[in-house]
């Protein structure tokens, strides 16, 4: 049975699902919900995701049957249909998606029924059941994939060898994730592929469309967007691979040689990319050799936040920056399977570091977990302790960053005191840009 | 108006007759409000507003030394995840030692949609009591724990017993109402229930000090609770404070950012003032009949004439007319000749507004006062105390009569096809859907903000100093008209901007 969750790092699913719709491109989320439904989650979705903005068709302008008594005593489809007869009149788009809330799911409306009335029609219509009791934003995430493999994209049989789809970045949750994407991608493409991310630069719906010709699905994670490529393997035959969020060197090489292992690729061409990659990402990080030794920059770490990042940031603190991240607090919603998954990618490090792995989703719990793994200081003159600390974490963990007096950089969800443009972590350049804003926070008030 | 015996307030399109839908002229509304044919119209295409429970967060995001917890699927009050930060500076201005937002969401799941979430309930405010020993658990209900018949009430009640904080339940379930503004009816019937008043029946002491009881009866008859709103800045407070407090009053301020046992006593004041109908009407007509404290709700104090207005209704109260007016006529006089460049720079400049009704209609009062001129209005909802202050403006400002009114909450469909149509040199509106008419190319003035002032006669200053700075350089939305464009469909403008309003019931 699940529990209460003390200030949550996450909106609903419903919220998931207009997050994930309102950044695929020319796709116009239909919200049929209870009326606050849609404002509720809309700053969470903006200013608690780096100010990301209201988006093509989102925020106050995002389309909903904003249902209140009468259609919950009466039933919403009727409205329904008039809402998406009056969206596709008054909002250009490609693509009308509509999700639910959880009234709505509860009275039993049939939101198929009214969508069956556009079929066949210049625009096309599809739809989900999202409403926010089903889980939190990942889950959003997943159905909004799911409803796409099954209901958009179209079946080829011919298979593209050079094409892969790349998806487990979630949107917004991911606060880089267009950054991300780019990054990713680009680590792709100089292994020769071409490839579809859905949300990231440049993309469009006609590539997601035909994205059934994929060679590979490749899934940058191991709990986000794995049962949509079960969907899309079972509809499409496209297998699919998980492998983590990678950042920096280390994460990176694992990352490659995973992907040429599963693509086939002749191992001496994914280490001649390695090479080139590692040679220009050392060219920088060695500039901060000085600083680092005459400051004495290497810190114990805390990491907070979700299953990609918690990993992908303690390797990269561990291996690539010779720190010490003692702690990874994850905060997702997991069964025991997907922890242990998790846990297991906290191993093998190449420093030999080991992080103590916690589920937990209350942010209270942060501070505990911290001084039960460093002690507590109870004034005595010798004392190892949590010192010199960093956290990494969201918004939310300042508040335990400013009752120990460690410094904080914000990089998981909700990042609501940074604005995040194009920026991303991942790759070798995303872990330049890390470094830049970690030692920026240490350097600081120099 | 007597609610309070009730577990939950009625919902303002019953108690005020709320209009939610309407296009016409300033005339048109305010003729058809007064004969009470202005009805709760809807619309065949909308858009996302938000519910009374997240504006019940307006409020209650700011109360100190609270854990709100927020009965719910993990998704309600989602907005507090970008609120922390905020509510936890503005917090530390009244107290430095303030914690910020504590909250806790009761994450109800498929599961307890079928068994019910009580459970869960009990253990959040038991954990809330013992993690934080705070001075009030604050337990806002929403939709789902409604329609499966969760029965905070009686949970509540049981709890009380066990935990040392006080317990306010919050009914703000949205899909109730459309109106968001109910949510400050709930949450001042919340606060009133459980929080005002409750330490009343301790044992008066055995010899009474008469001399204390008079200075204790003096100090209450001089002795006003301003009610404030979350949108107003700090020095706002500050500004309207030192105002009454040069007519010798002592101001107690509510309820926004103060501590739960601020509230206890708050019946024992001479008047309570608000400064925004649509947010206090609640509390002070019970304030009213329940312990007969009178109150002033007739205006916001922005702009000239009706911070004079706001400022000798209270005067009046207590026969201090003569001081105020030498106040007010010092004040107006140093303002107008700081306002003098300003005035010369936004003469004939022209300006729409957007957000509720209270500020949008005295806003446009100020503007006027500026040299602009008002081309239109766009208020969340529409009520008899719209009504009451478009009257005045209407009569001051004879023009006026003739802009255009759209009442909506958000809906910023309408806003476009308005905005394109009238093309103001500024948009004043509410934050949230400004960046629309950014969009559009025209340049935004935000209609409030928690860092700025805008009320009483520095608020006047400011709101022209500023408005001159943004009309200064209005590059950033030429930039953006440019390359940006909003999502409706290029015939749309030429439509009727009210062609998706239906009328309800026949007139
Ligand atoms: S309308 Fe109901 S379900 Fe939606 S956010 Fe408001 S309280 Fe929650």
């Given amino acids: 049975m699940s529990k209460f969750v003390e200030r949550p790092r996450y909106v609903c699913s419903l919220g998931g699902a207009v997050g994930t719709i309102k950044v695929l491109p020319r796709t116009v989320p239909i919200l049929h919900a209870a009326t606050g439904c849609g404002g509720n989650v809309a700053t969470a979705l903006n200013q608690a995701a780096g100010y990301m903005g209201s988006g093509y068709c989102a925020g106050q302008a995002l389309p909903s049957t904003n249902t209140s008594e009468r259609e919950i005593v009466f039933g919403g489809e009727e409205r329904l249909s008039e809402q998406i007869a009056n969206t596709i009149k008054l909002v250009d788009g490609d693509l009308y998606f509509v999700i639910t809330g959880c009234m709505v799911d509860m009275i039993g409306d049939n939101i198929h029924n009214s969508i069956k009335q556009f079929n066949g029609g210049k625009a096309r219509v599809i739809g989900a059941e999202t409403g926010g009791f089903r889980g939190n934003y990942y889950k959003g995430y997943e159905i909004v994939l799911k409803t796409l493999f099954q209901d958009f994209v179209e079946k080829n049989p011919a298979k593209d060898k050079g094409l892969v789809n790349l998806w487990g970045v979630v949107p917004i949750q991911d606060v880089f994730w267009k950054g991300n994407l780019t990054l990713i991608k680009d680590l792709l493409v100089k292994l020769g592929y071409r490839v579809n991310t859905f949300f990231g630069e440049g993309e469009t719906l006609e590539d997601l469309q035909n994205s059934a010709a994929a060679a590979l699905n490749i899934v940058v994670s191991d709990t986000f967007g794995v049962e949509a490529a079960q969907v899309f393997e079972e509809v499409h035959s496209v297998p699919y691979i998980t492998v983590p969020f990678p950042i920096g060197d280390h994460g990176s090489q694992r990352f490659l040689r995973a992907i040429g292992n599963a693509l086939g690729i002749e191992k001496a061409f994914v280490e001649k990319v390695i090479k080139e990659e590692q040679a220009r990402y050392y060219s920088y990080f060695e500039r901060i050799a000085d600083v680092y030794s005459d400051l004495d920059l290497q810190r114990y770490a805390v990491v907070v936040g979700d299953s990609n990042y918690t990993q992908a940031l303690a390797r990269f603190l561990a291996d690539d920056l010779g720190w010490l991240p003692g702690l990874a607090v994850v905060t997702d919603f997991l069964d025991d399977e997907q922890k242990d998954t998790v846990r297991g990618q906290f191993n093998g490090y190449e420093s030999g570091i080991e992080a103590e792995v916690v589920f937990d989703t209350d942010a209270s719990n942060v501070g505990k977990y911290i001084a039960r793994h460093w002690g507590q200081s109870r004034g005595q003159r010798y004392f190892e302790g949590f010192n010199p600390g960093f956290i990494l974490g969201s918004a939310i963990d300042r508040d335990i960053a400013e009752k120990l007096g460690v410094p904080q950089l914000t990089v998981t969800y909700p990042i609501s005191n940074r604005v995040v443009l194009d920026r991303g972590y991942a790759g070798y350049s995303g872990a330049l840009r890390l470094t830049e804003d970690i030692l920026s926070v240490l350097v600081g008030n120099r | 108006m007597d609610y309070i015996k009730e577990k939950t307030p009625p919902i303002r399109e019953e108690r005020l007759g709320a209009c939610m839908a309407f296009g016409g002229s300033c005339c048109d509304i305010s003729n058809q409000s007064k004969k009470g044919c202005l009805f709760n119209n809807n619309r065949t295409f909308s858009q996302s507003q938000g519910c009374q429970l997240t504006l019940s967060l307006a409020i209650l995001n700011t109360i100190r030394d609270s854990v709100i917890i927020v009965h719910s699927p993990i998704g309600c009050g989602a907005n507090l995840v970008a609120q922390a930060g905020v509510s936890k500076g503005y917090q530390k201005l009244r107290d430095p030692n303030a914690f910020g937002l504590r909250w806790i969401n009761t994450n109800l799941d498929e599961v307890d949609v079928i068994n019910g979430g009580e459970e869960k309930l009990r253990s959040a405010i038991l954990y809330a009591d013992r993690e934080y020993r705070p001075s009030a658990i604050i337990v806002m209900n929403s939709c789902v724990p409604a329609l499966i018949g969760d029965d905070i009430d009686t949970l509540i009640e049981e709890l009380q017993q066990q935990v040392a904080a006080r317990i306010v339940p919050v009914h703000c379930e949205g899909f109730k109402t459309r109106i968001q503004a109910t949510a400050y009816d709930a949450v001042y019937h919340g606060i009133l229930r459980t929080l005002v008043g409750i330490e009343e029946e301790e044992a008066d002491p055995v010899i009474i000090d008469e001399l204390e009881e008079l200075k204790k009866r003096y100090r209450i008859s001089r002795t006003v609770n301003v009610l404030n709103v979350s949108s107003m800045s700090r020095s706002d407070e500050q500004g309207l404070v030192k105002l009454l407090q040069s007519l010798d009053l002592n101001v107690r301020i509510l309820p926004c950012y103060a501590h739960p046992d601020d509230f206890e006593d708050s019946f024992e004041a001479a008047l309570n003032v608000s400064i925004c109908a649509t947010h206090d009407d609640y509390f002070v007509e019970h304030m009213k009949s329940k312990y007969g404290v009178p109150f002033i709700l007739r205006t916001i104090p922005i702009g000239i004439a009706n911070t004079n207005k706001w400022l000798l209704d209270i005067a009046r ?94 809906q910023p469909f309408e806003q476009a096809n308005l905005l394109s149509r009238y093309k103001p040199d500024v948009f004043v509106g509410h934050p949230g859907g400004n960046g629309w008419a950014n969009k559009q190319g025209i340049p935004v003035f935000p209609l409030f903000g928690q860092a700025y002032d805008y009320m009483g006669y520095v608020g006047v200053y400011e709101v022209a100093r500023r408005l001159t700075r943004t009309l200064k350089n209005t590059s950033y939305s030429q930039n953006l008209v440019k390359h940006v464009r909003l999502p409706y469909r290029q015939d749309w403008y030429a439509e009727d901007p009210f062609a998706y309003i239906k009328q309800d019931l026949a007139l």
Avoid: C, W
Avoid at chain 2, 321 to 330: F, M, P, R, T, V
Avoid at chain 2, 336 to 344: F, M, T, V
Avoid at chain 2, 371 to 387: A, C, K, P, Q, S
């Fill in chain 2, 317 to 410: 109260f207590f026969g201090m007319e003569e001081q105020a007016q030498k106040l007010i006529d010092s004040e107006v006089r140093e303002l107008n000749q700081a306002l003098a460049p300003y005035r010369q720079f936004l003469q004939g400049k022209t300006a729409f507004l957007g957000g509720g009704e209270i500020r949008i209609i005295t806003t446009a009062e100020l503007l006027h006062s500026l040299g602009m001129e008002v081309l239109g209005l766009r208020g969340f909802h529409f009520d008899r105390y719209g009504e009451g202050l478009l009257e005045e403006l209407m009569a001051e400002i004879p023009e006026s009569e003739k802009a255009i009114i759209n009442i909506g909450t958000g």
